[in-house]
């Protein structure tokens, strides 16, 4: 879709996000993207991945001036779902479990999807396993029998207190044999991993780019336009920080 544009990174492959939604691609999300990106006057912004700790973060307030503007601003996944848990209120558009957990109060906290990637020239690999992908693998396993309950809240603790750059399945069950958790349980959930591993970042990453697709191909409907439900105010540094943009790289 012309004017579309989405800033994504190691949730989900950009091969696999075209198949999808027809878009322009960009990397993660930083401070002032969004703001540049409201230049092109866009038909609509999707946000998974962002860039946080040694890049500064997106702006609400940039977010909140593209939605003002009457761009529709999605937001999934990642930093897309921790923003659209604050600024839904205000117009933006959140999709997928992880919003809806972020929303609700249920997650608080931001390295539950926090993971470490590698560098853009290989697809921003991801090198560790995010929170909330822990989180919903080990209920499929209790629900597979493949797990009790009680050692899958004692795994999920394992993994909670692990900096999110050294989270993943083999640290985690090794701190869980450390620990004298079932041996039996163990190995079944690594023989059961392959397959039953659920990936709910990436999920709600598609789920966000069919929603985009759906919502936007209906021209002619209110749903696929945005209404600003707020005042938007033009403080002084907001006047710098519009003077000081520049383009957004393509």
Same mark, same amino acid.
């Given at each position: 879709m012309s004017g579309v544009y989405v800033f994504l990174g190691p949730t989900l492959p950009r091969e696999d996000a075209a198949l999808e939604l027809d878009a322009t691609y960009l990397p993660p999300v930083a401070q002032g993207d969004v703001l540049r990106l409201c230049a092109e006057k866009p038909a609509a912004i999707g946000i998974v991945d962002g860039f946080f700790e040694s890049v500064p973060s997106v702006w609400h307030k940039e977010i909140?001036? $593209?939605? /003002? $503007?009457?761009i529709p601003v999605f937001g999934a996944s990642s930093m897309g779902a921790l923003r659209a848990a604050e600024l839904y209120p205000f117009g933006m558009i959140g999709v997928g479990a992880i919003f809806e957990a972020f929303r609700d109060g249920r997650l608080?906290?931001?390295?539950? %999807?926090?993971?470490? /990637?590698?560098?853009?020239? @290989?697809?921003?690999?991801?090198?560790?396993?995010?929170? %909330?992908?822990?989180?919903?693998?080990?209920s499929d396993a209790v629900a597979d029998r493949v797990l009790t309950a009680?050692?899958?809240?004692?795994?999920?603790?394992?993994?909670?207190? @692990?900096?999110?750059?050294?989270?993943?399945?083999g640290r985690m069950l090794r701190l869980g044999g450390d620990i004298d958790l079932p041996a039996s349980e163990l190995a079944a959930f690594r023989g059961w991993l392959p397959q039953g591993r659920f990936d709910q970042k990436r999920e709600d990453a598609k789920a966000m780019l069919r929603t985009m697709a759906r919502r936007l191909g209906r021209a002619t409907s209110d749903d696929a336009t945005t209404e600003a439900r707020f005042h938007f105010e033009h403080t002084v540094l907001w006047e710098r920080a519009l003077r000081d943009a520049v383009p957004l790289a393509m």
């Open positions: 909140l001036y $593209a939605i /003002h $503007a009457g608080e906290d931001d390295d539950e %999807v926090a993971v470490i /990637h590698g560098p853009a020239e @290989l697809g921003y690999t991801s090198l560790s396993e995010a929170m %909330v992908n822990i989180r919903r693998t080990l009680g050692t899958a809240l004692r795994l999920e603790s394992i993994a909670k207190e @692990l900096p999110y750059r050294e989270r993943g399945y």
